[in-house]
């Protein structure tokens, strides 16, 4: 084999090899699934809560809804739907409920591979299990999809803001608090891995889209964004903010990075929930 052919051949390994292993690896760079321990279910009991176990294309997949602390087995004047981050489960969102309002109802939604989940996630499977966990509550507090709809509204921190978004757009949404939103996951990916790599991404997140989507129905939205967020430049939330100002309130927290804004902003969060 001459030598011309011979580095022709070694360039086509170092191009391809990235390449294949970001299309088939991806969705591990992505995601982070867990399963949930024992103590998870017992703090779902002693919040009065109960898990709401349906079926998508992924297979079985169980949310775990909260009722408010009144006890009411009819639906609450406002149903939040959270969604957490890619390295967080559902019920992580139990630390919140001290201070959130306990007058409303919480459906706290897993990802496919997430919990007690099965399948596998991607945006389209993420979309299905939501709007199915819907339904899947509606049956719960004996009522119509549909009558249960204009109760709803929507939170997410990090990637669950884009489960959040997509949530809003399906489901006529009206209201929705977002914890570290990026603007789309191809430009996280440009970010981390540079052009052209990051148009090899599969998971193509567009927050950009499904906020429009929401803002141009009437939606009101506020989004929390951490001065020193070191994994999602806040930036992007000064963007997004900026392109629908009618809609969008951007609220810039000092001192607090991407994982510990949660905790830093809980009450102004609470209160952001609450208008």
Sequence with gaps: MSLARRLLRLLAVIVLTPVIFLLGCQSRLIYYPKPYGPHDMEALRKAGGR???YRTQQGRQAAFYIPPQSGAKTAPPRVWLCFAGNGSLALDWRWSLDVWDRGCGYLLIDYPRYGACEGAPSPSAIRESSVAAVKRLAEELHMGADELKPRLSVLGHSIGCAAALMAADDL???????ISPF???TEMGRIVLGRPLCWLNLHRFDNRRHLAGIAKKGASVTIFHGVEDEVIPAAMSRELAAAHPEAVELVEVRGAGHNDIVAIAAREISAA???
């Excluded at 006529?172 to 977002?178: F, P």
């Design 273 to 275: 929930m609450i208008r």
């Design 51 to 53: 898990r709401l176990d």
């Design 183 to 185: 603007t789309t996951m």
């Design 172 to 178: 006529d949404a009206k209201r929705a608090v977002l």
